[in-house]
């Protein structure tokens, strides 16, 4: 018994459905695994284009409210590439801050030879970067060592943590959320930015 054309022809087209359905298909199961990960990772992926935004969307902030900025201070590490980005948008001078951390990664004081290159700091008023405030122990040590020295502090971290999180569990969150007048995403989780691949942006 032969088979039509036509029977033939409608094989062949439900044929290319179900490869174009399981491409669809394998491609979201991809995504799910990466969501997935970086879920079990405890952080939050973010893309160049999304920094990019987030960047200049502090910037516009920033100029919107019509903060007074003399000079912008780059936390080592991915604030060098946040304060870097967001000097060029808002013309301003930049000086990087080294800090000084444990075995463990934690910051626990500024590096004097690093401060002392600010130069003299006194009334002036510096706007903090850096790309991302977890506890927020790297942003309140800066804070501090430039307010001994009579500062006038404006912390702009990338992300921070939400408002509730801020506000629950203060053991372990170093800032309030009135602490950051400036921000472009509040998460949930660390955040996993696009230059952490990159061992010459590695904090310190």
Partial sequence: MSISSEVIGLVDVVGWVVAVISIVLL??????HLKFWWWIRGKEKRSFRQACNAIDKLARMIRSRRFNVDCIIAIDGGGYVVAGMLAGELEKDLRPLKMVRNPKGEVKSVDETSLKALGDIANKDLLVVDDDSDTGNTLSVARDALQEHQAQVILAPLARRT??????????????PEDYPLWSWKTKSKVEMPWAMFPEVKKG
């Fill in 27 to 32: 491609v979201r199961e991809r995504e799910f």
């Fill in 163 to 176: 408002d509730e999180q801020l506000n629950s569990d203060r053991d372990n969150y170093k800032l309030r």
